[in-house]
């Protein structure tokens, strides 16, 4: 099958690989949250390395990047993420996304599988499903809203939200992310055929478990729902729980020799 998906020439400003692991059989792939950054995985990707290479994606306009805009659509930031991630898709790919990072994942692997070569099973955590449309307006709250909203959320280093000046600098890319999540409306009847597995915080404010259940219309392969204890971001919260989720799921791909 011809490739419609082009290798983009700035993979490495995109993709981090914080422990590059040359004799892994795998990849995973982890997209970050609104206002978070490729570093949030570092421990995922210490945890799994060496028998599996973990690759953070990094949106423009934070960290080392923080120079560049902030992408405001999706759909733009799926595109320019899947090029981005061509060059190291000689491995079968797993993708992991936490709350705009699923829906970023599920566009993603949307665009691979237009291409023959979707990702052997896709994480969706923290997100309702792209069916679920409600309207939020964050973004176009003052800085002070939105900081309230990171704090409410309870999903950014406090080391940020106490440094006035680092905050206002990071704040550009928070705003263009909440744009970008608040403004998306999936394609009707937009689904993947990657097995997909949806991970969901029992006390989420911003995900039921209804909302949560509703991803399965998403997929035609196999679905699975985990819930655990926690709010928001139960991923730190439980993250030996989460890990063991992803290890188990590697192990049955990798078995041992």
Known sequence: MT?????GRDSDQWVRRYHPAPDASHRLVCFPHAGGSASFYFPVSAALSPRVEVAAVMYPG????????????????AD????????????????????????????????????GRGPVHVFASGRRAPSV????????RDDD?????????SGTDSRVLGDEELLRMVLPAIRSDYRAIEKYQAEPGATIGSPLTVLTGDADPRTSLDDARAWEQHTSGRFDLKIFPGGHFFLSERAADVMAVLKEHFAAQTPAA
């Open 62 to 77: 934070r960290q080392d990047r923080r120079t560049e805009p902030g992408i405001e659509d999706i759909a733009t930031m």
């Open 133 to 140: 449309f409600r309207p939020e307006n964050v973004h176009q």
């Open 80 to 115: 320019r993420a899947a090029a981005a991630l061509v060059p190291i898709s000689d491995r079968p790919l797993t993708f992991f996304g936490h709350s705009m990072g699923a829906v970023i994942a599920f566009e993603v692997a949307r665009r691979f599988e237009r291409d």
């Open 3 to 7: 490739s419609t998906l082009s290798a």
């Open 145 to 153: 809203g939105i900081v309230a909203e990171m704090k409410a959320l």
